[in-house]
C-alpha cells in the first residue's frame, strides 16, 4: 500500500528491492492518475491495484503470478464480523480524530483518515468513505492550504458519519 503508516509503500519496495526480493510487486494505491501509474512502474513496480479493491480483478492479478492454479471463490465470503468490528472501533476513531485537530496533528489526521477511508470502502460504508475521502484530499492538496476552519468542518463531518453507524449499530 503506497500510503501505510510506518513504512509507506515506496520505501518497502525499495527495501524488498535491496534485499534481493525478486517477485512481482504491485503498488495498491487510490491515487490511480496516469502520472503516478506511470512513476510506479518506472520504478519497477510489476503493475499497480486501485483502492478501493475489485477482487475480480484483484484474485485474477493474484492468479496471474502463482506457478499453481488457484480456484476463484464463488461466493462472497461472510465478513459481517470484519464489519462489526471495524464499526466498534470508531469510538476509539473519534476521540482521535479530535485530538489530532486540537492539537493541529494534521499528519495523523491525514493518515487516521487515509486508513478510515480504505477500510469504509472495503465495507461498503459509503458515506463514511465519502466523508472520509473529502477529508483525505483536502489534507494531501499540495496546491491550497486549507483553513483550520475547512478542516474542522470536514473532520465533523467525518464524525458525524462514524457516529450515524456506531449509532445505529448499538440500537440494533
Not at 483502492?51 to 480483478?57: A, D, L, Q, W, Y
Not at 492468479?63 to 462489526?84: K, T, Y
Not at 483518515?113 to 472520509?132: E, M, P, Y
Request: proline content about 4%.
Amino acid at each position: 500500500d503506497i500510503q501505510m503508516p510506518v513504512m509507506d509503500g515506496l520505501s518497502a519496495f525499495e527495501l524488498l528491492k535491496k534485499c534481493g526480493f525478486n517477485k512481482p510487486i504491485f503498488a495498491l494505491t487510490a491515487n490511480a492518475m496516469s502520472h503516478e501509474i506511470d512513476n510506479y512502474l518506472a520504478m519497477g513496480f510489476t503493475g499497480y491495484l486501485s483502492k478501493p479493491i475489485e477482487k475480480e480483478t484483484f484474485y485474477r492479478t493474484l492468479a496471474s503470478h502463482l506457478s499453481e492454479p488457484i480456484m476463484l471463490p464463488l461466493a462472497n465470503p461472510d465478513i459481517s464480523d470484519l464489519v462489526s468490528s471495524f464499526i466498534a472501533s470508531f469510538d476509539d476513531e473519534i476521540k482521535a480524530l479530535a485530538q489530532h485537530v486540537k492539537e493541529k496533528n494534521f499528519i495523523e489526521l491525514q493518515q487516521d483518515s487515509h486508513r478510515i477511508l480504505g477500510a469504509a470502502q472495503i465495507f461498503s460504508l459509503t458515506n463514511v468513505a465519502k466523508a472520509a475521502m473529502n477529508l483525505d484530499k483536502v489534507l494531501l492538496a499540495k496546491d491550497q492550504q486549507p483553513t483550520d476552519v475547512q478542516i474542522t468542518e470536514l473532520v465533523n463531518q467525518l464524525i458525524e458519519q462514524l457516529s450515524q453507524h456506531l449509532s445505529s449499530t448499538t440500537t440494533s
